[in-house]
């Protein structure tokens, strides 16, 4: 079968620029598209690349969906390139959304929200708390560390006093470094969480996130042998490749996967089937068509119950 093809490249401008470890981010660009088939039903899918992260630019992604004719076949959809990995979930994401195999209910997921870098999450937190928010996530190994950790502790201090004792459920934070910090700046997070976490008290560090670069695995194991508190993978585990190689490695703590720029989903579902990991799904400022059809999957794969990484729309005007 062949389908009528559209795109249609956008901008969306963030309402404060995003601080990461990876530098200040203004504007997130991409690509939304449509397949229409023979009975004039339109499927809709997202390219959102993040070339920092590993997956093709921008320009990648445009170059490839100029070169494409009008109308493409199944065959196209599902043979192209692993280094167009964004690509690849647009494309299939379109194709499910026309040859849907299940029903799946992505209202029954919770959220973790994302917190500013920064003593603005002093604030923050409150506003996202009062709106039924229960996980949060700190961008941390942006400034110096002593001034961070000063404002971990005062986020900690707030969440405290502001919590009555008979709060039913934890509060959830999760502490995302973007392979910001050395081997002994991880030790001294991973100390502070400890204590939080031995404490048992109304808040719990879920996890620290990514605190070193991709090329120092080996070092992260050894974190996850010597602290109690949970690590988790993320820009090393950007493509399948990279997830299975963690895996073989000896990862058994949390995989961070962000399935718009994971690369295909059926092999992305193939993969998480065959060896059921603790998977956190997270968002890449998709807009809510990237959002849908990656919280679909997500419904599908998530076998811990841990909230996604979308609450992330407070960072955009509309």
Same mark, same amino acid.
């Given at each position: 079968?062949?389908?009528?093809?559209?795109?249609?490249?956008?901008?969306?401008?963030?309402?404060?620029?995003?601080?990461?470890?990876?530098?200040?981010?203004?504007?997130?660009?991409?690509?939304?598209?449509?397949?229409?088939?023979?009975?004039?039903?339109?499927?809709?899918?997202?390219?959102?690349?993040?070339?920092?992260?590993?997956?093709?630019?921008?320009?990648?992604?445009?170059?490839?969906?100029?070169?494409?004719?009008?109308?493409?076949?199944?065959?196209?959809?599902?043979?192209?390139?692993?280094?167009?990995?964004?690509?690849?979930?647009?494309?299939?994401?379109?194709?499910?959304?026309?040859?849907?195999?299940?029903?799946?209910?992505?209202?029954?997921?919770?959220?973790?929200?994302?917190?500013?870098?920064?003593?603005?999450?002093?604030?923050?937190?409150?506003?996202?708390?009062?709106?039924?928010?229960?996980?949060?996530?700190?961008?941390?190994?942006?400034?110096?560390?002593?001034?961070?950790?000063?404002?971990?502790?005062?986020?900690?201090?707030?969440?405290?006093?502001?919590? =009555?004792?008979?709060?039913?459920?934890?509060?959830?934070?999760?502490?995302?470094?973007?392979?910001?910090?050395?081997?002994?700046?991880?030790?001294?997070?991973?100390?502070?969480?400890?204590?939080?976490?031995?404490?048992?008290?109304?808040?719990?560090?879920?996890?620290?996130?990514?605190?070193?670069?991709?090329?120092?695995?080996?070092?992260?194991?050894?974190?996850?042998?010597?602290?109690?508190?949970?690590?988790?993978?993320?820009? =090393?585990?950007?493509?399948?490749?990279?997830?299975?190689?963690?895996?073989?490695?000896?990862?058994?703590?949390?995989?961070?996967?962000?399935?718009?720029?994971?690369?295909?989903?059926?092999?992305?579902?193939?993969?998480?089937?065959?060896?059921?990991?603790?998977?956190?799904?997270?968002?890449?400022?998709?807009?809510?068509?990237?959002?849908? =059809?990656?919280?679909?999957?997500? =419904?599908?794969?998530?076998?811990?119950?841990?909230?996604?990484?979308?609450?992330?729309?407070?960072?955009?005007?509309?």
């Amino acid at each position: 079968m062949n389908y009528q093809f559209q795109f249609q490249p956008y901008q969306r401008p963030f309402k404060i620029p995003l601080k990461t470890a990876h530098g200040m981010w203004k504007m997130r660009e991409g690509i939304i598209l449509n397949l229409t088939d023979k009975q004039g039903n339109i499927g809709w899918g997202e390219i959102a690349p993040l070339s920092w992260f590993g997956s093709e630019t921008m320009e990648d992604a445009l170059i490839f969906c100029q070169q494409l004719p009008s109308r493409i076949s199944i065959e196209t959809i599902f043979t192209i390139p692993d280094h167009l990995p964004a690509c690849q979930f647009g494309f299939e994401s379109a194709f499910t959304e026309l040859n849907p195999n299940s029903f799946l209910d992505i209202n029954k997921l919770h959220y973790s929200e994302l917190l500013p870098a920064g003593e603005t999450v002093l604030t923050t937190w409150k506003t996202l708390f009062q709106q039924g928010a229960k996980t949060f996530k700190w961008k941390i190994g942006v400034d110096d560390i002593t001034e961070e950790i000063n404002i971990f502790q005062k986020l900690i201090h707030s969440i405290t006093t502001t919590l =009555s004792p008979t709060q039913a459920q934890k509060i959830h934070l999760r502490l995302d470094a973007n392979e910001g910090l050395t081997f002994e700046q991880a030790k001294k997070w991973l100390e502070h969480c400890d204590l939080i976490n031995a404490n048992q008290g109304l808040i719990e560090i879920e996890f620290l996130e990514q605190p070193l670069s991709i090329d120092q695995l080996d070092l992260m194991l050894e974190l996850c042998d010597r602290y109690s508190t949970l690590l988790a993978l993320d820009e =090393s585990v950007a493509n399948l490749q990279q997830l299975n190689s963690c895996y073989q490695q000896g990862w058994l703590d949390i995989f961070v996967i962000k399935p718009a720029i994971f690369g295909s989903p059926k092999k992305l579902k193939n993969f998480c089937q065959n060896h059921e990991i603790d998977a956190v799904f997270s968002s890449v400022f998709e807009t809510n068509i990237g959002q849908k =059809s990656a919280l679909k999957i997500a =419904s599908e794969l998530l076998f811990y119950n841990r909230a996604v990484g979308f609450g992330i729309n407070h960072w955009f005007t509309g």
